[in-house]
């Protein structure tokens, strides 16, 4: 499940990276859903045009942007299947890591999260900023959050359920995934 923002221009490395990696999994078959989250470029026509030539491809257009969070809820919300992998679009989160994490749910993982080495390539105040929020987040919440846990994460069908049937309607995935 890959939440979209005026990605134009990498979907199709995208597309062709995850397919490359799902079709050498033992895998009785797979659906790839791209949630288009009101992109102002041509993302929703790539994502079109590879679902005509992709029957795995499943496309959800948002008719203005609502923010990642909406966008992973729709996605969520849409993916069937016993094993849903979020990832975000960009390919920072590399396709090459979920047949190891799909390994971890086969061994009874019920959420695997791919957490970053190291921020040495973010800007120095990207770094001080994602360093204060997950500081100031243990300070004032009973949730822990790993720091340097993004939303590459592998969901048991349960744990989707578990998201599906909260009722918020403004989430903090991080949050929600580490309280679950």
Known sequence: MVPL??????????????CEVLDAMPL???EL????DGSRDTTFAE????????????????????GKEAAMAAGLRAAGGDVV??????????????PQMFERWCDGAQMVT???????????????????????FRRVS???????????RLFDRAVVDA?????????????????V
């Open 142 to 152: 009973e949730v822990a959050l790993a720091e340097g846990g993004g939303d590459f």
């Open 5 to 18: 923002y005026n990605e134009s221009g990498s979907l199709a490395a995208l597309h062709a990276r995850l």
């Open 85 to 98: 992998v979020l990832m975000d679009g960009d390919l920072q989160h590399p396709p090459e890591l979920i």
């Open 114 to 136: 791919a957490v970053r080495g190291s921020r040495d390539t973010d800007p120095w105040l990207r770094r001080q900023l994602s360093r204060g929020f997950y500081n100031l």
């Open 28 to 30: 009785a078959g797979y």
């Open 33 to 36: 859903v791209f949630v288009d």
């Open 47 to 66: 994502v079109a045009a590879l679902g005509v030539r992709d029957p795995a491809v499943r496309a959800i257009r948002f008719a203005r942007n609502f």
């Open 163 to 179: 998201i599906n049937s909260l009722p918020e309607r403004t989430r903090f995935m991080k949050g929600i995934t580490s309280w």
